[in-house]
């Protein structure tokens, strides 16, 4: 508890970066830099990949400190940057991602580095294959800096782990920053890169660009490929980009999506014709939004006033408001089947499906270095964070499978919910639904769990959506610039293209992500010899969880 008290009233943890005026012939400002605005300067000579690189490591060391979202960094980076140098010399430039310094969940498997999920049990597991999508991300250019914290294993929302400790939100750092992809949600807020990936099971690609005012696309079940991903759920899981702008976000979709069918996991089989090898980085700005119609979903909010609740409602109304101004029509959604909470208690299927995928997960020869053979063995090993309010889900995963007779229930009843979402769809002939990601600002550090958020109707339908910055509650001492609040947009399968440009107009007409105060000073990189190591603060626990979990 004290050092909670310490991080959150800042200033002991928190050494200050060094300002000293940088020279002229590295003078790009990496804070918000964009996938464009970084190969502008790269190509126009402004700059070069190991600057770029090293900039990037400096705000990493001197901010990871204050928001704890690292868990490991790249000893390979800055080689990896010389050698896109040499390419650039040599006329080789090539890749949509050339030298963009990106960070990567401690959920993807990759070679360089440890694959951990935040769990202590697993600090040593070494994938010797990258994901699919991690090869993607590497042959088109990107420099994986370093891997983010998460919440342990992704199983909830508050990014705490064992081995990573609590990622703090760099808004207000009596917050947690989303999750369970909160690692990466803080470390983009605060430009620590160009963007990261996450995933998400329930809300974990919606929740940290929630609250962190950032961008991310949580792509139509079977669009991107989960294997070499730390599993929970066949039916939930899918992986994403997380952006500061919607540009980037189609960009890094590109990529991400640019693995196609894999027989490694069979979703993939789903993707029709039109969506293989589909080019989503040129969607332009609608300009008008007077052909789109989007369905607001009123029993998404949560309508007890409150400091907690009501800037979320002022927030999305204010969005709403630029999207009338655009031209578009918002049709209300008030049908008693958007109900949160009752679809999580009736539909989840995570509990069935995380053991069995586990084991796999942890039985594969190509995972070297220590680690447990089955979730069963991970658990009992007491190296891992269970927080309170997961002890019964974890206890049931322990003895559950997709044997249970409950679980072809739940699978009957998504077919049924994915009928009645087609349904509001065709009935108002919309093109979107739109809504809070969480009907309350993301909760604080030391909180129980995390509450409010609607990311379940698309995590087991399968629909896609892209999350867009709404707004910010009003500033507080805690919170200079408010806490941001995060607005969801879900369309149709297959209908990305269509959802990032309605993204883009609505970012267009209503500017709203700002950046974090508490990190927003430039700081200056001397050239480094080498990666520097970065050990993550186990020691800010938020509380002290009961002895003989951890
Ligand atoms: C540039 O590309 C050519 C042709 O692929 C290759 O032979 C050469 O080694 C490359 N040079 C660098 C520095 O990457
Ligand atoms: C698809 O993959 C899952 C998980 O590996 C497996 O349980 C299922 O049987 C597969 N389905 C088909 C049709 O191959
Ligand atoms: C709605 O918000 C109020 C005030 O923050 C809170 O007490 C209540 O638990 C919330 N209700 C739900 C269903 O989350
Ligand atoms: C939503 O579902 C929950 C849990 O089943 C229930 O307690 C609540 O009353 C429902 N809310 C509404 C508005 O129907
Ligand atoms: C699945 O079946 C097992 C064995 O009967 C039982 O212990 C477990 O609680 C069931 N799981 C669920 C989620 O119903």
């Not at 709403?320 to 089947?337: D, F, K, Q, W």
Request: glycine share 8%; charged share 15%.
């Amino acid at each position: 508890m004290q050092l909670l008290s310490l991080l959150v009233h800042g200033s002991l943890l928190f050494t200050r970066p060094n300002l000293a005026q940088e020279s002229s012939c590295s003078a790009f400002d990496v804070r918000e830099a964009s996938i464009d605005t970084i190969h502008d300067a790269l190509y126009g000579g402004l700059t070069t990949c190991r600057g770029l690189t090293e900039k990037f490591i400096a705000r990493i060391q001197a901010y990871n400190p204050l928001i704890n979202a690292i868990i490991t960094l790249n000893r390979d980076a800055l080689s990896i940057a010389d050698t896109l140098d040499l390419a650039l010399a040599a006329g080789n430039a090539t890749g949509s991602l050339f030298c963009i310094p990106i960070l990567v969940k401690d959920n993807y498997d990759t070679t360089d580095m440890k694959t951990t999920g935040g769990c202590l049990d697993l600090a040593d597991s070494q994938p010797t294959h990258d994901a699919p999508v991690v090869v993607a991300l590497k042959r088109a250019g990107a420099i994986i800096l370093g891997k983010t914290n998460l919440h342990e294993l992704a199983l909830e929302g508050l990014s705490v782990s064992s081995l990573g400790g609590q990622t703090i939100n760099p808004y207000d750092l009596s917050r947690t920053p989303g999750g369970s992809s909160g690692g990466t949600g803080a470390a983009i807020a605060a430009s620590f890169a160009v963007f990261g990936t996450g995933t998400d099971t329930v809300n974990s690609l919606r929740s940290p660009a929630s609250a962190n005012s950032l961008f991310s696309m949580r792509p139509t079940r079977g669009l991107i490929s989960r294997s070499g991903i730390i599993p929970i759920s066949y039916t939930q899981d899918a992986i994403g980009p997380i952006t500061r702008n919607v540009n980037d976000l189609a960009i890094a979709l590109n990529v991400m999506a640019s693995i196609g069918y894999d027989p490694n996991d069979n979703v993939t089989a789903l993707l029709p014709p039109s969506s293989v090898g589909a080019d989503y980085s040129t969607v332009g700005v609608v300009g008008s939004l007077r052909s789109v119609r989007l369905g607001l979903i009123e029993t998404f909010f949560n309508r007890t006033d409150s400091e907690e609740t009501s800037p979320v409602i002022a927030a999305v109304n204010a969005a709403v408001s630029s999207l009338t101004a655009a031209g578009a029509t918002i049709v209300p959604i008030s049908s008693s089947v958007y109900n949160s909470s009752a679809i999580l208690e009736a539909y989840d299927t995570q509990k069935y499906e995380f053991r069995q995928e586990m084991n796999e997960y942890l039985a594969r020869s190509s995972l070297h270095g220590e680690h447990p053979p089955s979730l069963d063995d991970l658990y009992k090993s007491k190296r891992f964070l269970v927080i309170p309010a997961q002890y019964s889900y974890v206890n049931t995963a322990l003895l559950s499978s997709t044997d249970n007779a409950t679980y072809a229930t739940r699978k009957l009843g998504i077919q049924n919910l994915i009928l009645a979402l087609q349904t509001t769809f065709k009935e108002h002939s919309l093109d979107a639904l739109i809504y809070p990601e969480q009907a309350n600002l993301v909760v604080k550090i030391g909180a129980a769990s995390q509450s409010g958020r609607n990311g379940i109707l698309a995590a087991v339908t399968g629909f896609p959506v892209v999350t867009v910055p709404a707004g910010f509650s009003p500033a507080t001492a805690e919170a200079p610039v408010g806490v941001p609040i995060g607005m969801e947009i879900l369309g149709l399968p297959w209908n990305e293209a269509k959802l990032l440009s309605i993204a883009k107009t609505v970012s267009e007409v209503r500017r709203v992500r700002k950046m974090p105060v508490l990190t927003q000073e430039p700081v200056h990189a001397s050239s480094m010899e080498e990666v520097p190591v970065i050990i993550p603060n186990t020691k800010n626990m938020p509380i002290s969880y009961p002895a003989g979990i951890l």
